[in-house]
């Protein structure tokens, strides 16, 4: 069983950055691939990023290919999502989660996700 609970949401104008991070409970937390998703409202959710069990293998939505970057502290059970060059579009709640993954094909898909957080909103004003 892993808990998630993200924090660092907020409203941020345009070109602006922020700093999402998820703390999971558990003693194997090394053991999970962690993925960042996102909804806004009237939409579905949808894959933003991933990284593997090490941290030595990212996925990204194109979307955010270039201005996001994902990483983790497996000493801290911590996941990040650093967001720079926001724009409106990024307005969304995010969430983090938690699977037990083998192949990457599964990492953009939010049923192969066992754990969910609770999410924090993201507001980019323009």
């Known amino acids: 069983q892993v808990q998630l609970v993200e924090s660092g949401g907020g409203l941020v104008q345009a070109g602006g950055s922020l700093r999402l991070s998820c703390a999971a409970s558990g003693r194997t937390f090394s053991s999970y691939a962690m993925g960042w998703f996102r909804q806004a409202p009237g939409k579905e959710r949808e894959f933003v990023a991933a990284?593997?069990?090490?941290?030595?293998?990212?996925y990204y939505a194109d979307s955010v290919k270039g201005r996001f970057t994902i990483s983790r502290d497996n000493a801290q059970n911590t996941v990040y999502l650093q967001m720079n060059s926001l724009k409106p579009e990024d307005t969304a709640v995010y969430y983090c989660?938690?699977?037990?993954?083998?192949?990457?094909?599964?990492?953009?898909?939010?049923?192969?996700?066992?754990?969910w957080g609770q999410g924090t909103q993201v507001t980019v004003s323009s």
């Open positions: 990284i593997n069990w090490s941290g030595g293998n990212t």
């Open positions: 989660a938690a699977a037990l993954l083998r192949t990457s094909y599964y990492y953009t898909l939010s049923g192969a996700y066992a754990y």
